[in-house]
């Protein structure tokens, strides 16, 4: 929820200002790096989830955006809508399990047979093939 938020607000911001998501200039695109970076280089958990302040400082600080103007921009009718999606999405989202893929609506690929991308795509052509 918190990471929505935050991106909800700063996509907010981007599309106020003009700013391409894709952008480097994108307040989005720096806390998403940002907290990618702290989570998956640096194994940082921000305290398995319960330090919420410190991850919010560390998105905003990568975005160059003040406390004020992210809660300015939570509050925005754009950023309510992101999330009033989002959330509406979410059951959706949740569902998970393992990846099946049908090749020509009859066969059903093994995963653990592919130890890699090439390999899964040799098993798919073979069986296109037949």
Not at 37 to 55: C, L, M, P, T, Y
Not at 58 to 67: E, F, G, T, W, Y
Not at 73 to 85: G, I
């Amino acid at each position: 929820e918190t990471t929505s938020k935050i991106f909800a607000a700063l996509i907010s911001i981007d599309e106020a200002n003009g700013t391409d998501l894709l952008s480097d200039e994108s307040k989005f695109k720096q806390a998403k790096f940002a907290i990618y970076k702290a989570r998956h280089d640096e194994k940082d958990d921000f305290s398995d989830g319960k330090d919420k302040e410190k991850f919010i400082n560390l998105a905003l600080k990568a975005a160059h955006v003040s406390k004020d103007d992210y809660e300015k921009a939570l509050n925005s009718d754009r950023a309510k809508e992101l999330l009033d999606a989002w959330f509406a999405s979410y059951d959706v989202a949740s569902i998970s399990g393992v990846p099946a893929f049908v090749v020509s609506g009859k066969y059903l690929i093994n995963l653990s047979a592919a130890s890699s991308i090439d390999e899964m795509a040799k098993i798919i052509q073979e069986l296109l093939d037949k």
